[in-house]
């Protein structure tokens, strides 16, 4: 559930975006400065920002359930009830800071946030030194709580500043590393703990490592032909800076090298038998689709749809390549039991 909810606050904050409902909500926490919520002069564009911030909450709660229902599955009962503790005195001295920072004529959310996130940080801290079973769920579960939080945290700087297009494409980024945090979440929840050991050969890792890389190159210039297209989130909202339609070139280069190079790895993992065949080919199927909608909202003058589509399925397809990474190795061979003999030989085990 989590793992859906991070994907599909992308596809809503890309409404926001593409409705041009970006400051349809002028304040932050409030939607206006004397509404927590969006009032009827706002209209539609009120509704739409209020409504991806509402989400936000839900993708919290979610967070929140999760670890703990992690700590209970180790037997962490004790550093359960710590994290409540933290998260207690987070809230409380979160709302302190807020009244000084107000007080101060600064933006108190920002205040807030931050101790909210740093008391997120000395949790995890916290749990992660007693704690021994599964401690890679656990770091993976407070990562998704203090990136929920800090994800609030840039998307109030977002309305403040204007969105301005570096932050805003920021929060998008970090959306996507949260949907990454997510499906490696899944991953780990499901294998055996312990050591890992090496399922594919070296050249095919550092193949995969390279395909990744090109992935998030391709991200990166994605974000940035965005950040100076058209869908800039509002309408008084002016991009100026890089030239769009070059950028648009530029995105295209890694994003073909990734297809021809997830083309290699699929050959090699049918031809190997590796355990990352499936997951490369349901990544090669996405990126394809993702070059074919990149290519029409291109000729198409970018429709909002289709751009819509196009931010979702990069957060699909960071995610699938995750588990690709992940798939290079398995877990290890559990140590063989001592072999117990009779008589004298087994007294000797015993005795040793």
């Known amino acids: 559930m989590s793992f859906a909810a991070e994907v599909v606050i992308i596809g809503t904050g890309g409404a926001v ?28 564009h009120g509704v739409i ?9 839900v993708v919290g709660v979610l967070a929140l359930a999760v670890l703990a229902l992690t700590l209970l599955h180790v037997g962490a009962r004790r550093e359960l009830r710590r994290t409540a503790w933290f998260a207690a005195g987070g809230i409380a001295g979160g709302a302190v800071a807020y009244l000084i920072a107000d007080a101060l004529g600064a933006p108190g959310f920002v205040a807030f946030a931050a101790v909210a996130l740093l008391s997120v940080i000395a949790a995890a801290v916290a749990a992660l030194r007693t704690i021994v079973d599964r ?25 403040l500043t204007g969105l301005n297009p570096f932050i805003v494409g920021f929060h998008y980024v970090s959306s996507v590393v949260l949907v990454m945090v997510t499906s490696a979440y899944l991953v780990r929840a499901y294998e055996r703990p312990g050591p890992r050991e090496w399922a594919v050969p070296a050249w095919f890792a550092t193949l995969t490592y390279a395909t990744a890389a090109a992935l998030a190159l391709t991200l990166a210039f994605g974000v940035l032909t965005t950040a100076n297209g058209p869908h800039s989130g509002d309408a008084d909202v002016i991009r100026t800076g890089f030239d769009a339609s070059v950028l648009a070139h530029v995105h295209a280069i890694p994003g073909y090298v990734l297809a021809a190079l997830l083309a290699v790895l699929v050959g090699a993992g049918a031809i190997l038998r590796l355990p990352t065949l499936r997951w490369s080919l349901a990544l090669l199927v996405t990126v394809v689709v993702q070059v074919a909608v990149g290519v029409y909202q291109a000729r198409e003058a970018l ?10 399925l990069a957060a699909l397809t960071a995610a699938a390549m ?19 003999r009779s008589g004298l030989g087994a007294t000797a085990v015993a005795a040793g």
């Open 303 to 312: 429709p909002p749809l289709a751009v819509g589509i196009h931010m979702v």
């Open 49 to 57: 920002e209020f409504g991806n911030r509402t989400l936000t909450g």
């Open 17 to 44: 975006r593409l409705t041009g409902s970006g400051l349809g909500c002028s304040e932050w926490p409030l939607c206006t400065p004397e509404s927590l919520f969006p009032t009827e002069e706002l209209g539609i």
């Open 135 to 159: 401690r890679d769920l656990v770091l993976l579960a407070f990562v998704v709580v203090g990136g929920v939080v800090a994800q609030a945290l840039v998307g109030g700087i977002t309305v």
């Open 322 to 340: 995750t588990v690709v990474v992940l798939r290079l190795k398995r877990p290890g061979s559990p140590a063989p039991e001592p072999e117990v």
